[in-house]
C-alpha cells in the first residue's frame, strides 16, 4: 500500500501510527520511508513524501507505482492524504473528510460566462471516484464525513473564491492540492485511490493564526490508527 502526504511532517503523523521506525526505500524520483509490518499485516505499508502540488505529486507517485510495478510487486491501492482546509460549517477544524470524489477544482478555462472545466472543453477528467465500500468502511471507522474533496493549484484565499467552490460544487467539503494528481498516477497504473484528509483551517480569506495544523496532524495519526484494519481487509472485489 502507497500512502503520498505532500509534506515530511504529515508522512510522519501517519508514521507515528505504526510501531518502530519506518525503513528509507530510495528510488530513481522518490523515497519511501517502509513501515514495519503491523500485527496482522500482509504487506507494510510505504509511506510518500510526494510535494506540493498535483503535478509534483502526480510525478512522485508515478515513480513510486513504477518502480513497484517492475519489480513484481504492484501496489494494491494508492491513499493520498495530509492535512486541508475545510468548508465551513460542513468541515470544521480538527474533523476527518473522506473523498468520494477527488475534483481538479481549477482545471479548465475561465471565460465571460465563468469558469469551464476541462471537460467541457472536448479533454481529460476532472472527477476520480475512490471505491465505494472503501469510503463506506473509512467513513465508518474514523467518522469522518464524506462528500468532494477539491484540488487546488492555488489556494483559496478570500471568501468570494471559496463561495464560488463552493456554488460549482456544492459538495465539496474540503480542499487539497495533491489528490487529483495522485489519483491520475494512480489510474494510469489501474490502481485504486483513496483520499483521506485531516483539516487544520478553514476555506477561505489566511488566518494563520485561526490555523490548527498540530491538531490535524494529531488527527490524521489517529485515523491511520484505525485504518489499518479496514485498508487490509478491503479487496476491490468488493466494489464489483
Do not use: C
Amino acid at each position: 500500500m502507497l500512502v503520498a502526504t505532500a509534506v515530511p511532517a504529515e508522512r510522519d503523523a501517519v508514521a507515528r501510527a505504526f510501531p518502530g521506525p519506518a525503513r528509507e526505500v530510495r528510488l530513481p524520483g522518490a523515497t519511501l520511508f517502509r513501515t514495519p509490518l503491523a500485527t496482522g499485516a500482509a504487506s507494510p505499508y510505504d509511506l510518500l513524501a510526494a510535494g506540493v502540488g498535483p503535478a509534483l505529486a502526480a510525478a512522485s507517485v508515478a515513480a513510486a507505482l513504477t518502480a513497484a510495478a517492475v519489480t513484481g510487486a504492484p501496489y494494491d491501492l494508492v491513499v493520498s492524504t495530509g492535512i486541508a482546509g475545510g468548508f465551513a460549517p460542513a468541515a470544521p477544524l480538527g474533523s476527518l473528510v473522506v473523498a468520494d470524489e477527488i475534483t481538479a477544482a481549477d482545471l479548465g478555462a475561465q471565460t465571460p460566462d465563468g469558469f469551464l472545466p476541462v471537460t467541457d472543453l472536448g479533454f481529460g477528467t476532472v472527477t476520480h471516484h475512490p471505491p465505494a465500500s472503501l469510503v463506506r468502511q473509512v467513513s465508518t471507522v474514523t467518522g469522518a464525513r464524506t462528500g468532494t474533496v477539491l484540488t487546488v493549484s492555488t489556494v483559496t484565499g478570500t471568501a468570494a473564491r471559496a463561495t464560488a467552490l463552493r456554488e460549482r460544487h456544492p459538495r465539496a467539503l474540503a480542499e487539497a492540492m495533491e489528490g487529483f494528481g495522485v489519483a491520475e498516477a494512480a489510474a494510469a497504473h489501474g490502481t485504486p485511490v483513496l483520499e483521506i484528509r485531516a483539516v487544520s483551517n478553514p476555506v477561505g480569506p489566511r488566518d494563520r493564526a485561526a490555523w490548527r495544523i498540530g491538531d490535524a496532524l494529531t488527527a490524521l495519526t489517529e485515523a491511520f490508527g484505525k485504518l489499518a484494519p479496514v485498508l487490509e481487509s478491503w479487496t476491490p472485489h468488493d466494489d464489483q
